[in-house]
C-alpha cells in the first residue's frame, strides 16, 4: 500500500511541476500590461485542475476503502516500531 502511495505522490509531483513549469513559461512570455489578467487565469485553472485530481482520488480512496486500510496499516507500522 505504501508503494502505491509512493507512486501516486511522485506522479502527482512531476505533474504539478510540469504545469507549473508551463504557466511560468508562459507568463514569462506575456508582457504587456493588458494580459497580466490572462495569466492569472492561468494560474486558477492550473489550481482548479490539480484541485479536481485531489478531489478525484480522495473519493476513490474512500469509495474503495482502502485509505482506512492504508492509514491503519501506517498506525499499526508506527506503534509496532515505537514499542
Known amino acids: 500500500m505504501l508503494q502505491v502511495y509512493v507512486a501516486l505522490t511522485s506522479v502527482i509531483g512531476a505533474w504539478w511541476e510540469q504545469a507549473v513549469s508551463s504557466v511560468r513559461h508562459i507568463s514569462a512570455r506575456r508582457t504587456s ?3 497580466k489578467g490572462q495569466t492569472t487565469a492561468e494560474y486558477a485553472l492550473v489550481i482548479l485542475a490539480a484541485a479536481a485530481v485531489a478531489v478525484v482520488l480522495i473519493a476513490w480512496a474512500r469509495s474503495s476503502g482502502k485509505l482506512p486500510a492504508f492509514f491503519d496499516e501506517i498506525i499499526d507500522d508506527i506503534s509496532g ?3
Do not use: L, P, V
Open 81 to 83: 516500531n515505537a514499542q
Open 33 to 35: 500590461d493588458g494580459e
